[in-house]
C-alpha cells in the first residue's frame, strides 16, 4: 500500500485533506497499515452544526432543518470552512486561498459566485442569512444577525 503525506501548511485544511484521504481508504499516517480503530469516527471527523445547519465532511452531506440538500464539491467546501471559522471575516483571497487551495489561476470574483450559489441553495430554509458579507472585509458564517 503506498502512502501519502500531506503537506499543508494551513491547519484547517490539512486536517480536511488528510480526512478526506482516509475516508478513500488511504494510509495517510505512513504506517502501512490500518489503525485498530479503522471505520470509526474521530473527532476531527465528527459533524459540524450551526443555526440548523449540519455538514458531515466524511459522508460528504448538508442537512438543513431536516432536509438534505445537495451541494457542488466547492460549495461544500465553503460552507464546511464558514461554518468551521464561524464568526471570523476571511476575504476573497484568504477563501481562494483556504478553500481553493490557489489564488493566481482563479478571479476573485468566483468567491462571490460560489456565495450567491450557497446562499439559493441555503434561501428556501431562511439560513441565507448566516452568510455575510462584511463590506470591504469579505465573507463570515454567523448565527448574529
Same mark, same amino acid.
Given at each position: 500500500m503506498a502512502s @501519502? @503525506? !500531506?503537506v499543508e501548511s494551513d +491547519? &484547517? $485544511?490539512r486536517r480536511r485533506i488528510t480526512l478526506e484521504l482516509r475516508a478513500l481508504g488511504y494510509d495517510v499516517d505512513g504506517s502501512g497499515t490500518a489503525p485498530e480503530d479503522a471505520g470509526q +469516527?474521530? $473527532?476531527?471527523?465528527?459533524? !459540524?452544526?450551526?443555526?440548523? !445547519?449540519? @455538514? #458531515? +465532511?466524511v459522508g460528504h452531506w448538508v442537512i438543513v432543518n431536516g432536509d438534505y440538500i445537495t451541494l &457542488?464539491? *466547492?460549495e461544500f467546501d465553503l460552507l464546511f470552512f464558514l461554518i468551521s471559522n464561524r464568526d471570523r471575516v476571511y476575504s476573497r483571497e484568504q477563501l481562494l486561498s483556504h478553500v481553493w487551495r490557489q489564488v493566481d489561476s482563479v478571479g476573485l470574483r468566483t468567491v462571490d459566485v460560489h456565495v450567491r450559489r450557497l446562499r439559493s441553495a441555503l434561501e428556501p430554509y431562511r439560513k #441565507?442569512? =448566516?452568510i455575510q458579507t462584511v463590506r470591504g $472585509?469579505? =465573507? *463570515?458564517? &454567523?448565527?448574529k444577525l
Open positions: @501519502i @503525506i !500531506v +491547519p &484547517s $485544511a +469516527p474521530t $473527532a476531527e471527523e465528527a459533524t !459540524v452544526s450551526a443555526g440548523g !445547519v449540519t @455538514i #458531515d +465532511p &457542488s464539491p *466547492r #441565507d442569512v =448566516y $472585509a469579505g =465573507y *463570515r458564517f &454567523s448565527l
